[in-house]
T-cell receptor, first 112, second 117 residues
Framework: SQQGEEDPQALSIQEGENATMNCSYK?????LQWYRQNSGRGLVHLIL?????REKHSGRLRVTLDTSKKSSSLLITASRAADTASYFC????????????FGIGTKLQVIP | GAGVSQSPSNKVTEKGKDVELRCDPI?????LYWYRQSLGQGLEFLIY????????KSGLPSDRFSAERTGGSVSTLTIQRTQQEDSAVYLC???????????????FGPGTRLTVL
């Protein structure tokens, strides 16, 4: 089974609207990270949330983590056309293991 | 400063040939990862290097795949006797330290697109 499954797999919204993406995982984690991938800039790290944190903000990004439900959400507020990209969550397991597991991503399209 | 670089950016090869993909991590980064991304898919972990420790090879799909990291810096991923299912984008990432530490994001290279005919 796949760790870090994003939902929805595709999302299309109008510029200015908020976009919410979810990630579920199966095993205990040390931290969870969100990345963005677009053709212009490749894969870029957005935000990291540790297992003992519940919420984190960075500019227009808000990430929540619920370890009891093994899920995380990424909220992008006031979306822009430039936010069009694929968004991946990546989980780093607890216990000192370094194998990072990425989900298949959410493809976000922001329509101007 | 310079980011992670990978070469070649594109590689077309015939089935059965060997290929070598190179990754130059950010200077000073001790952790280095290789991933594979098939079209429209997520990233599949292949191998992880941390300093002088033995690499974590648990993600390598077969014994045709191998990787080394010389001098704790440059890494080479080698695929022997390539198959069509090896076609994918191979991504390398480096990190200042192990990712289970706080604030350790991975910095990705642009990838090598491998096409096996």
């Amino acid at each position: 089974s796949q760790q870090g499954e994003e939902d929805p797999q595709a999302l299309s919204i109008q510029e200015g609207e908020n976009a919410t993406m979810n990630c579920s995982y199966k095993t205990s984690i040390n931290n969870l990270q969100w990345y963005r991938q677009n053709s212009g800039r490749g894969l870029v790290h957005l935000i990291l949330i540790r297992s003992n944190e519940r919420e984190k903000h960075s500019g227009r990004l808000r990430v929540t983590l619920d370890t009891s439900k093994k899920s995380s959400s990424l909220l992008i507020t006031a979306s822009r056309a430039a936010d069009t990209a694929s968004y991946f969550c990546a989980t780093v397991p607890s216990g000192g293991y370094q194998k990072v597991t990425f989900g298949i991503g959410t493809k976000l399209q922001v329509i101007p | 400063g310079a980011g992670v670089s990978q070469s070649p950016s594109n590689k077309v090869t015939e089935k059965g040939k060997d290929v070598e993909l190179r990754c130059d991590p950010i200077s000073g980064h001790t952790a280095l990862y290789w991933y594979r991304q098939s079209l429209g898919q997520g990233l599949e972990f292949l191998i992880y290097f941390q300093g002088n420790s033995a690499p974590d090879k648990s993600g390598l799909p077969s014994d045709r795949f191998s990787a080394e990291r010389t001098g704790g810096s440059v890494s080479t991923l080698t695929i022997q006797r390539t198959q069509q299912e090896d076609s994918a984008v191979y991504l390398c990432a480096s990190s200042p330290r192990w990712v289970s530490s706080s604030y350790n994001e991975q910095f990705f290279g642009p990838g090598t697109r491998l096409t096996v005919l």
